[in-house]
Nanobody, 115 residues
C-alpha cells in the first residue's frame, strides 16, 4: 500500500525559510525520479523541482536559487529546503514520483508566506 506523507509546512514571513519532508512507504523509492509539486488556490498543480536517484536536480525558474531538493534513499525520504520565500510560494506542497503513473497522492503540507 503506497503512502506518501508530507510535513514541514507552516506560516512564515516573506524572506523566511522552511524545510519540507516527504516520507514514502510501500513503494520502490530509490529507482524513481522524485518530485515536489505545489498547488495554489485556483491553480493547477505544478512541479517545482525533481531529483533523480543519483542526485541530478531540476528546478522551475521561479524557485531556482531559492529551493534545494535532496533525497535519502535509505530513508525513502525526499526533502525541499525553501529559502527566501515569497508570498507567491503559498500553496499546498506534495511529493510524488515524476513518471506516470503517479502513486496515490498524500495529503500535502500547507505553506503560507505572508508579506
Amino acid at each position: 500500500q503506497v503512502q506518501l506523507v508530507e510535513s514541514g509546512g507552516g506560516l512564515v514571513q516573506a524572506g523566511g525559510s522552511l524545510r519540507l519532508s516527504c516520507a514514502a512507504s510501500g513503494v520502490i523509492f530509490s529507482g524513481n525520479i522524485m518530485g515536489w509539486y505545489r498547488q495554489a488556490p485556483g491553480k493547477q498543480r505544478e512541479v517545482v523541482a525533481h531529483i533523480t536517484s543519483s542526485g541530478l536536480t531540476y528546478y522551475v525558474d521561479s524557485v531556482k536559487g531559492r529551493f534545494t531538493i535532496s533525497r535519502d534513499n535509505a530513508k525513502n525520504t525526499v526533502y525541499l529546503q525553501m529559502n527566501s520565500l515569497k508570498p507567491e510560494d503559498t500553496a499546498v506542497y506534495y511529493c510524488n514520483k515524476l513518471n506516470w503513473p503517479s502513486w496515490d497522492w498524500g495529503q500535502g503540507t500547507q505553506v503560507t508566506v505572508s508579506s
